[in-house]
């Protein structure tokens, strides 16, 4: 019988996909850029993430489905 694993990878991209979606449910709307840079890194969240953050454009974001969208288009 074949066993079957997450690889660590893996999980740990579930984990901050979850941990990023509860960051920006958390955020008081609208938002610059420059406040979401400085409530995740307050929020001690993993580089990468900061890093993302940071390529979005300068503007104000609506709600959390807005940032969701730039982050994709950005990546």
Do not use: W
Request: aromatic content about 6%.
């Amino acid at each position: 019988m074949a066993r079957y694993s997450l690889c660590p990878e893996g999980m740990q991209e579930m984990q901050a996909s979850e941990v990023t979606g509860q960051f920006l449910g958390g955020l008081d709307y609208p938002i610059t850029k420059a406040q979401m840079l400085g409530k995740a890194r307050q929020a001690s969240l993993a580089a990468p993430v900061q890093q993302a953050i940071a390529k979005l454009p300068e503007r104000e974001y609506a709600n959390a489905e807005d940032v969701t969208q730039a982050l994709n288009a950005a990546n």
